[in-house]
């Protein structure tokens, strides 16, 4: 049974920094592209940043130069360094994996993804 299991969620404050991890489980963590995607209030759930088997990184227009996504396979773990956090990235954050054919394969769209944690909420406060 795969599993995805986000942590590092909290409250800071506008300009601080926060580190959310996502632990797999059940899957070959290595075959997967790994995204991590957010939902706020009443909106869609929006990529946020995704890394692919060869470690290749992708960035949403509006966490660049803030955010950064990383894997750690030994672990079967993902990260996402968040800096500079804006009271805007208020939201739910999920992790989700997506078994992706290539090493350098990155797939944005949330309908490719194959599996999904339950979140972690981060609440930016101004």
Known sequence: QVQLVESGGGLVQAGGSLRV??????????????????????????????????GR???????????????DNAKNTVYLQMNSL???DTAVYYCAA???PTMGGIRTSRNNYDYWGRGTQIIVSS
């Open 21 to 54: 991890s996502c632990a797999a489980s059940g899957l070959t963590f290595s075959l997967y592209t790994m995204g991590w995607f957010r939902q706020a209030p009443g909106k869609e759930r929006e990529v946020v940043a995704a890394i692919a088997r060869s």
């Open 57 to 71: 990184g992708y960035y949403a227009d509006s966490v660049k130069g803030r955010f950064t996504i990383s894997r």
């Open 86 to 88: 804006k009271p805007e």
């Open 98 to 100: 997506d078994r992706t």
